[in-house]
């Protein structure tokens, strides 16, 4: 009887700790070669971010064979406690995607060439899903690797490495700053064009600010619009970035006291410094952009009022670090 209970006990807690086992999340080390295989990753981003996979990127160039990169993805899973190793080899032909998963010795290698490369690259991803997503499940993926036998699949050789081509997109949104001028912050519509190749990225934007007031005794309508130019480094969706331009305020008088006239609309140039950090969301061709950053304004210019009896008054001074926040759409155009 006492055999029994213990028996049940055991049962029981072996239970517990095969379902606390099952619901972690499966741990996958994902290469980053950095050398034409940046659109694939980007994708596999997008693509896994609802299964229940955690994902450890890893730096650093790929082996010469498929047979060296499985006893390399065996290091990288035994170093990172990894369950399943992936990566992509870009070659002049398209892309392919290789799964291992060295606990079992199975490999999953899927070649993938019609010659659209950002088809590839999206048939790439969603194969690397297809099997990360067998793993979590409990399935298994691919054939078996013979530990005396080359690879049952070969890759296209990895080199020659073709260069990463460039990537045009274009972008549109809402922009706000915290300027210390109107009452509500500064507002305005941006437009954004952009290209990125390999790591690096760089591009220009425009900004056309909408009328927002400073309320008071006297009244004035701001506006702040901006023109910039930027340059940085990328990887996955996140970007950041050092921008440089030219701020243009525009500032009307709405309302003055008894005795004062409203002077006339006036503009004020001055230059601007921008970092900025971009995170885009979504793996495919259209996303969400979120930016967050800070612009230090050189020659912020003050709203001045001539009381008109040869006395000024200064009604505000525009900030010189200006926080800035942005949403948009960016499309990738080829």
Do not use: K, N
């Amino acid at each position: 009887m006492r055999c029994a209970t213990l028996a049940s006990l055991v049962a029981v807690v072996l239970a517990g700790v095969a379902a606390v086992a099952a619901a972690e999340p499966v741990r996958a080390v994902v290469r980053d070669a950095g050398d034409g295989d940046d659109e694939a990753l980007d994708r596999l981003r997008g693509q896994v971010v609802d299964l229940d996979v955690e994902v450890i990127d890893v730096d650093g160039a790929l082996e010469r064979g498929l047979d060296a990169q499985i006893e390399a993805a065996a290091d990288l899973a035994d170093a990172h406690a990894a369950r399943a190793v992936v990566w992509f080899v870009a070659s002049r032909r398209g892309v392919t995607v290789v799964v291992a998963t060295p606990g079992d010795r199975r490999v999953f290698v899927r070649e993938l060439a019609t010659g659209d490369r950002s088809a590839d690259a999206e048939a790439a991803a969603v194969a690397a899903r297809s099997a990360l997503r067998a793993i979590a499940l409990g399935g298994t993926i691919g054939v078996e690797v013979p530990r005396d036998a080359e690879p049952a699949a070969e890759p296209p050789p990895v080199l020659p490495r073709p260069a990463p081509r460039t990537r045009w997109g274009a972008s549109a949104g809402w922009q706000g700053a915290a300027d210390g001028g109107a009452d509500a912050g500064a507002h305005a519509v941006r437009l954004g064009l952009d290209a990125r190749r390999g790591r690096l990225v760089a591009g220009a934007e425009l900004a056309v600010g909408a009328p927002a007031r400073r309320d008071g005794a006297i009244a004035v309508d701001l506006s702040r619009s901006s023109a910039l130019v930027e340059a940085g480094y990328a990887r996955g969706g996140l970007r950041a970035t050092l921008g440089a331009g030219a701020l243009l305020y525009r500032r009307a008088t709405v309302e003055v006291p008894d005795g004062l006239a409203a002077t006339p609309s006036a503009f004020d140039l001055a230059a601007v410094v921008a970092p900025a950090v971009t995170w885009r969301l979504g793996g495919g061709r259209v996303g969400v952009e979120l930016t967050a950053g800070l612009d230090v304004v050189l020659g912020a210019p003050r709203l001045i009022v001539d009381r008109g009896d040869g006395t000024t008054e200064i009604l505000a001074e525009i900030a010189g670090l200006q926080p800035r926040a942005g949403i948009g759409v960016h499309v990738e155009l080829w």
